[in-house]
């Protein structure tokens, strides 16, 4: 075995070795050799660097960071330097478990601070500290200010020092130094103990002490547990129990959605049969028509073309009534489902107030059992201040303070009570100035049109060229032009309200089903529909629909953007905050919002900069959005670029965020996120196209169709204007003009002054309004200047309490205590049945509003079969005309001749055969129309079921509680259970949950 022996030293950028090097030692003697400033002596300064004198000038520098390596002439200089003594450890000299101990020290400059440095040691290559460096040398007998290491002069030193210095060193040499120090410090442990034993005593004693106490704390602790316990498995139970319920549905839901995909294919079978059919019949037809064309004659072709339209309009007649008649039925079948429905909210409604009554009787009780309980404490409280004048001088600092607690209460319930009237007054000036508004722009339009009106009246006198007799004619025929356009104006207007009822409906239905296709959550969903309805203003949109990506990068966009995605743009912070609290009142879930007047302007890192020059580019750059959308789009993908390739991506990675075309992502710290990718659901641009699109199709033809009516309208009455007053021109009536204008421009001052009194009251408002809002944020901050004072007394009045009670009679105090806990038990009782009694309120409203929405779906559903009634007695009215006119015709027709009746007959029969393929097919399609209906509605509720079944999953995830299979407890035994634990906890009032640990630590120090 070997002594203890430097083997190697290893530097690093240390003074002039600017490269890494190594320098053996051999057994024995090692010489060193070279010319002066060849780096001799730095040998000799890198092994004190690591054993750690005290002074840098010991190794020859001002401060360590001189010791890095500073480039020479014309090297970029380093910016660190690290020495490492490898010793041979055979004989263990050094109290490690290794033949070989590598010791090293590193050196760093700070990146941010300016002259600062970083120091660390390293045992064999794990990280150490200085302290165990000296404890391991010290243990070796090595140092860096001992005589391991004979410098230049310290044998001069020695001879010339004195002969006590010099038995001071070969003592330290020796070790008997070492054993003095721990002499010394053994004598001192010893002084501590002596004087630790005095202060243990007190401790303990202390600790017996504390151990009682705990030993309450602890108690109420386990029984807090054990209720806990119960109240977390009766709430996985019911979740548990949940969950199932919504299996069961999602089930039933998936049965139908099989039968009426079923049905559908069954559908559409019988449709491509029906049309191969009428195809068929048609061409019957139309050969059967022209044969009798070319034996008729003209004649004969103006008799079919009248006889046609009229069977046209007998077959749309009959279609319309079968049409109508079908639809009733569904409206009965709907109606007798409503009243049922209806039936049931009443049972629900009435139960709710039987339990309310009984609920309000035991409030009654437990208010009466309160008062008789305050009244014996009333008692006991006189008696104990009889007892002592110390009690009595408390007893009067209590009733100081509830009589000061009284004011403050009075005053709360009237800030409260002005807080109710000023959202009150708010709300009336909202609707005030919304009218206002309202009557401000109909004033607009009847000046408008006034004024309209006096410059054309105007205008026509100028016009007086024509005859009258030409005139009068031309105005005559602009007359029936224009009644047959107003004609096919209001029927334009039926259908279109008509489709636009049609369009409502589905859309509210395909925003649904498309949200759910996209992935929203519920939170993001509802913000949507707040935009789309208008009831909250400033909303533009989630960041997937506010831009569109090319598809050869959606994949990396998407990863890159991630759940931001989902993340809504909004005008400002106020808008955001709205937001937030729609989501609070409803409970339905958190959103991230980017207000655009707050959001701050991102810049990309250096590095990135640098990258992106390499690469593909920013991923921001690649998506296409609106140029005022930049920052908040700076949010989501920050300075994130795309690459072609994960190889590619690896070349760039550390402190930058990469993302790659097929996916993958690259952290700036350097986390990979890759493999097997889930498609996402949400997507970048606008929503696809919906089941209501042949719908919205119908509806812009017949608006286009509609406005073109309105135009022709308009110019037919500004024609009729003018031909009215040349006519009267032409004929003598100039003064009539007169008196008309005259009267108009009596209309526009009107109208005018109208305006103005509008404005004047619209200005009015808003000043009212902006008063009033100012009063209520005024409010609020007295509410809670005032909530928080109350909450100070109630604490100061229990304290004073607390102080009667220990300064009373044991007897008294006894009596006190328990009449006091009696009464807690009844108000934390009283308490729960009042948020019970509130429950019930909510609830019994929510019941009253499904009511009412019944009440109105039976309301639609009458009209509807009123409007429906009439339709086929208007339909039956039509038909018997048309039956009288058809016979007429057929008559005349059946005179023409022998010679194409049977062309006739042949023509009839083929005609029958059209009209009922087109009913069959007609009624095929209306039948497809509403089981496609059906179908999405049942796929939505599918995807609200799953919604919540992942809800409910994930509920119980968090609870992290086992339910076992097997017979489980009622719904309403859970939430009996339920309910009896919380109040079983909240009488328990404040836990101790520490003692549980503290009891038996203090157990273990005593």
Same mark, same amino acid.
């Given at each position: 075995?070997?002594?203890?022996?430097? +083997?190697?030293?290893?530097m690093?950028?240390f003074k002039s070795?600017?490269r890494?090097?190594?320098?053996?030692f051999?057994?024995?003697?090692?010489?060193?050799?070279g010319?002066n /400033?060849s780096?001799k002596?730095?040998i000799?300064d890198? %092994?004190?660097?690591?054993?750690?004198?005290?002074s840098?000038?010991?190794?020859?520098a001002g401060?360590?960071?001189d010791?890095i390596?500073?480039?020479?002439?014309d090297k970029k200089?380093a910016?660190?330097?690290?020495?490492?003594?490898?010793?041979d450890?055979?004989d263990r000299?050094?109290?490690?478990e290794a033949?070989?101990?590598?010791?090293?020290?590193?050196?760093g400059?700070?990146?941010?601070v300016d002259?600062?440095y970083?120091?660390?040691f390293y045992?064999?290559d794990?990280k150490?500290?200085?302290s165990e460096?000296?404890?391991?040398?010290a243990?070796a007998?090595?140092s860096a200010?001992?005589?391991?290491?004979?410098?230049?002069?310290?044998?001069?030193?020695?001879?010339s020092?004195?002969?006590i210095?010099?038995?001071? %060193?070969?003592?330290?040499?020796a070790?008997?130094?070492?054993f @003095?120090?721990?002499i010394?410090?053994?004598e001192?442990k010893?002084?501590?103990?002596?004087e630790n034993l005095?202060?243990?005593r007190?401790?303990?004693?202390?600790?017996?002490?504390?151990i009682?106490?705990?030993e309450v704390?602890?108690?109420?602790?386990?029984?807090? $547990?054990d209720?806990?316990?119960?109240?977390t498995?009766?709430?996985?139970?019911l979740?548990?129990k949940n969950?199932?319920?919504?299996e069961?549905?999602i089930?039933?839901?998936?049965?139908? %959605?099989? $039968?009426h995909?079923a049905d559908?294919?069954k559908l559409?079978?019988q449709?491509?049969?029906?049309?191969?059919?009428l195809?068929?019949?048609v061409a019957?037809l139309?050969?059967?028509?022209?044969?009798m064309?070319d034996?008729?004659?003209?004649?004969?072709?103006?008799?079919k073309?009248k006889?046609?339209?009229?069977r %046209?309009?007998r077959? =749309?007649?009959a279609?319309g009534?079968?049409?109508?008649k079908?639809?009733?039925k569904q409206?009965?079948v709907d109606t007798?489902?409503?009243? +049922?429905?209806?039936?049931?909210?009443q &049972?629900?409604?009435?139960?709710?107030?039987?339990e309310?009554?009984?609920?309000?009787?035991?409030?009654?009780?437990?208010?009466?059992q309160?008062?008789?309980?305050?009244?014996?404490?009333?008692?006991?409280?006189?008696?104990a201040?009889?007892?002592d004048?110390k009690?009595?001088?408390?007893?009067?600092q209590?009733? *100081?303070l509830?009589?000061?607690?009284?004011q403050?209460e009075?005053k709360?319930?009237?800030?409260v009570?002005e807080?109710?009237r000023?959202?009150?007054?708010?709300?009336?000036?909202?609707s005030?100035?919304?009218?206002i508004?309202?009557? =401000?722009k109909?004033?607009?339009?009847e000046?408008?049109d006034t004024?309209?009106?006096?410059?054309?009246?105007?205008?026509s006198?100028k016009?007086?060229?024509?005859?009258?007799?030409?005139?009068?004619q031309?105005?005559?025929e602009?007359?029936?032009?224009?009644?047959k356009?107003a004609?096919e104006?209001a029927?334009?207007?039926?259908?279109?309200?008509?489709l636009t009822?049609?369009y409502?409906q589905?859309?509210?239905e395909?925003?649904?089903a498309?949200n759910m296709k996209?992935?929203?959550t519920?939170a993001?969903?509802?913000?949507?529909e707040?935009r789309?309805t208008?009831?909250?203003?400033?909303?533009?949109g989630?960041?997937?629909?506010?831009?569109h990506v090319d598809?050869?990068?959606?994949?990396?966009?998407?990863?890159?953007?991630?759940?931001? !995605?989902?993340?809504?743009?909004?005008d400002?912070?106020?808008?955001?905050?709205?937001?937030i609290d729609f989501?609070?009142?409803?409970k339905?879930?958190?959103?991230?919002?980017l207000?655009?007047? +707050? !959001?701050l302007?991102?810049k990309?890192?250096?590095? *990135?900069?640098?990258? #992106?020059k390499?690469?593909?580019?920013?991923?921001?750059?690649?998506c296409?959005?609106d140029?005022?959308?930049?920052d908040?789009?700076?949010?989501v993908?920050?300075?994130t670029?795309v690459?072609?390739?994960?190889?590619?991506?690896?070349k760039?990675m550390?402190?930058?965020?990469l993302?790659?075309?097929? /996916?993958?992502?690259?952290e700036?710290?350097?986390a990979?996120?890759?493999g097997? !990718?889930e498609r996402?659901?949400?997507?970048?641009?606008?929503? *696809? #196209?919906?089941?209501?699109?042949?719908?919205?199709?119908?509806l812009r033809?017949?608006q286009?169709?509609?406005?073109?009516?309105?135009?022709?309208?308009?110019?037919?009455?500004?024609e009729?204007?003018?031909?009215?007053?040349?006519?009267?021109?032409?004929g003598?009536?100039?003064?009539?003009v007169?008196? +008309?204008a005259?009267?108009l421009?009596?209309?526009r001052?009107e109208?005018t002054?109208?305006?103005?009194? *509008?404005d004047?009251?619209?200005?009015?408002?808003?000043?009212?309004f902006d008063l009033a809002?100012?009063t209520?944020k005024?409010?609020?901050? @007295?509410?809670a200047?005032?909530?928080k004072?109350?909450?100070a007394?109630?604490a100061?009045r229990?304290? &004073?309490? $607390?102080?009667?009670?220990e300064?009373?009679p044991?007897q008294i105090?006894?009596?006190?205590k328990?009449l006091m806990?009696?009464?807690?038990?009844?108000?934390?009782e009283l308490?729960g049945?009042?948020?019970k009694?509130e429950?019930m309120a909510?609830?019994?409203?929510?019941?009253?509003e499904?009511?009412?929405?019944v009440?109105?779906?039976?309301?639609?559903l009458?009209?509807?079969?009123?409007?429906?009634e009439?339709?086929?007695?208007?339909n039956q009215?039509?038909l018997?005309?048309l039956?009288?006119?058809?016979?007429g015709?057929?008559?005349t027709?059946?005179?023409?001749?022998?010679q194409?009746?049977?062309?006739?007959?042949?023509r009839d029969t083929?005609?029958k055969g059209?009209?009922?393929?087109?009913a069959?097919l @007609?009624?095929?399609?209306?039948?497809l129309e509403t089981?496609?209906?059906?179908?999405?509605k049942?796929?939505t509720?599918l995807?609200?079921?799953?919604e919540?079944?992942?809800?409910?999953? =994930?509920?119980m995830?968090?609870m992290?509680v086992?339910?076992?299979?097997?017979?489980l407890?009622?719904l309403?035994e859970?939430k009996?259970?339920i309910?009896?634990c919380?109040?079983a906890i909240?009488?328990?009032?404040?836990?101790?949950?520490?003692?549980?640990?503290?009891?038996e630590?203090?157990?273990a120090r005593a």
């Amino acid at each position: 075995m070997t002594t203890l022996f430097l +083997k190697q030293i290893e530097m690093e950028n240390f003074k002039s070795f600017g490269r890494k090097i190594s320098v053996p030692f051999l057994q024995g003697y090692t010489s060193i050799t070279g010319p002066n /400033g060849s780096g001799k002596s730095n040998i000799a300064d890198a %092994i004190l660097f690591v054993l750690g004198p005290k002074s840098s000038k010991a190794i020859r520098a001002g401060k360590l960071t001189d010791l890095i390596w500073n480039g020479g002439k014309d090297k970029k200089p380093a910016d660190s330097c690290q020495v490492s003594l490898l010793f041979d450890n055979s004989d263990r000299q050094i109290p490690v478990e290794a033949d070989e101990v590598k010791l090293t020290r590193y050196v760093g400059l700070s990146p941010s601070v300016d002259g600062g440095y970083n120091s660390y040691f390293y045992i064999n290559d794990r990280k150490s500290s200085l302290s165990e460096f000296d404890s391991l040398l010290a243990h070796a007998r090595i140092s860096a200010e001992g005589y391991n290491l004979v410098q230049q002069g310290d044998i001069q030193r020695i001879v010339s020092m004195s002969s006590i210095d010099r038995r001071r %060193i070969l003592d330290n040499i020796a070790g008997i130094t070492k054993f @003095d120090d721990d002499i010394a410090q053994a004598e001192g442990k010893r002084r501590e103990t002596e004087e630790n034993l005095d202060r243990i005593r007190i401790i303990l004693e202390e600790i017996d002490r504390q151990i009682k106490q705990l030993e309450v704390d602890r108690d109420g602790a386990l029984k807090f $547990k054990d209720l806990n316990g119960r109240l977390t498995t009766a709430k996985a139970q019911l979740a548990y129990k949940n969950r199932e319920l919504i299996e069961r549905q999602i089930v039933g839901t998936k049965e139908q %959605i099989t $039968k009426h995909e079923a049905d559908k294919a069954k559908l559409e079978g019988q449709k491509a049969e029906l049309r191969n059919l009428l195809d068929a019949a048609v061409a019957r037809l139309s050969a059967l028509e022209q044969e009798m064309a070319d034996r008729g004659g003209e004649e004969a072709k103006q008799l079919k073309e009248k006889l046609d339209g009229l069977r %046209i309009q007998r077959a =749309r007649a009959a279609d319309g009534i079968e049409t109508s008649k079908e639809a009733l039925k569904q409206i009965r079948v709907d109606t007798g489902d409503a009243n +049922k429905e209806r039936a049931k909210v009443q &049972r629900e409604t009435d139960a709710l107030a039987r339990e309310r009554t009984n609920v309000d009787g035991r409030v009654g009780e437990l208010d009466g059992q309160i008062k008789s309980a305050d009244q014996d404490l009333h008692e006991v409280d006189e008696l104990a201040s009889k007892s002592d004048a110390k009690v009595l001088g408390i007893q009067k600092q209590i009733i *100081a303070l509830n009589n000061e607690i009284d004011q403050v209460e009075e005053k709360l319930k009237g800030i409260v009570l002005e807080g109710d009237r000023t959202k009150e007054a708010m709300g009336r000036l909202e609707s005030e100035i919304s009218q206002i508004g309202e009557s =401000r722009k109909q004033y607009q339009v009847e000046f408008d049109d006034t004024d309209w009106q006096l410059k054309e009246l105007r205008s026509s006198t100028k016009e007086s060229g024509k005859s009258l007799q030409k005139l009068q004619q031309e105005f005559h025929e602009k007359r029936a032009e224009e009644a047959k356009l107003a004609k096919e104006q209001a029927e334009l207007q039926t259908a279109i309200l008509s489709l636009t009822r049609q369009y409502a409906q589905l859309k509210a239905e395909a925003d649904v089903a498309e949200n759910m296709k996209r992935g929203y959550t519920a939170a993001v969903t509802a913000i949507l529909e707040c935009r789309e309805t208008g009831s909250i203003k400033g909303i533009h949109g989630t960041v997937a629909q506010l831009a569109h990506v090319d598809p050869q990068y959606e994949t990396a966009i998407v990863t890159a953007a991630g759940a931001r !995605m989902q993340a809504i743009i909004v005008d400002d912070d106020t808008v955001a905050a709205q937001c937030i609290d729609f989501l609070k009142r409803r409970k339905i879930g958190r959103a991230t919002f980017l207000p655009l007047s +707050k !959001m701050l302007v991102g810049k990309p890192r250096g590095k *990135a900069i640098l990258v #992106a020059k390499e690469c593909l580019g920013f991923a921001i750059d690649l998506c296409h959005f609106d140029e005022k959308y930049r920052d908040a789009f700076f949010y989501v993908f920050g300075d994130t670029l795309v690459v072609q390739t994960l190889d590619e991506a690896r070349k760039w990675m550390g402190g930058v965020r990469l993302v790659t075309v097929e /996916g993958e992502l690259i952290e700036a710290s350097g986390a990979m996120i890759g493999g097997d !990718m889930e498609r996402s659901t949400v997507k970048f641009g606008p929503s *696809a #196209a919906s089941e209501m699109e042949k719908i919205a199709e119908k509806l812009r033809e017949a608006q286009a169709h509609a406005e073109n009516v309105a135009n022709l309208l308009d110019g037919i009455r500004k024609e009729i204007l003018d031909l009215e007053g040349t006519i009267k021109d032409s004929g003598g009536k100039s003064g009539a003009v007169e008196v +008309k204008a005259s009267t108009l421009e009596a209309k526009r001052r009107e109208f005018t002054a109208r305006l103005a009194a *509008a404005d004047k009251d619209l200005t009015e408002r808003k000043d009212r309004f902006d008063l009033a809002e100012k009063t209520a944020k005024r409010i609020e901050e @007295d509410l809670a200047k005032f909530s928080k004072a109350l909450e100070a007394l109630k604490a100061k009045r229990d304290e &004073r309490k $607390k102080a009667v009670i220990e300064a009373t009679p044991q007897q008294i105090s006894s009596r006190m205590k328990e009449l006091m806990s009696r009464r807690a038990t009844l108000a934390e009782e009283l308490s729960g049945l009042r948020s019970k009694l509130e429950a019930m309120a909510t609830q019994t409203a929510f019941l009253e509003e499904r009511r009412g929405e019944v009440d109105a779906r039976i309301g639609t559903l009458d009209d509807q079969r009123k409007d429906h009634e009439k339709r086929i007695e208007s339909n039956q009215e039509s038909l018997g005309r048309l039956e009288t006119e058809i016979r007429g015709l057929e008559k005349t027709e059946a005179q023409m001749g022998k010679q194409i009746k049977d062309l006739q007959d042949a023509r009839d029969t083929a005609y029958k055969g059209k009209t009922d393929r087109e009913a069959d097919l @007609d009624k095929v399609t209306h039948k497809l129309e509403t089981k496609e209906d059906f179908l999405l509605k049942m796929e939505t509720e599918l995807k609200v079921q799953e919604e919540q079944l992942a809800e409910a999953e =994930r509920v119980m995830k968090e609870m992290a509680v086992e339910v076992t299979e097997g017979r489980l407890p009622t719904l309403q035994e859970l939430k009996a259970t339920i309910t009896e634990c919380e109040a079983a906890i909240n009488a328990l009032g404040p836990i101790n949950l520490r003692a549980l640990e503290d009891y038996e630590a203090q157990q273990a120090r005593a």
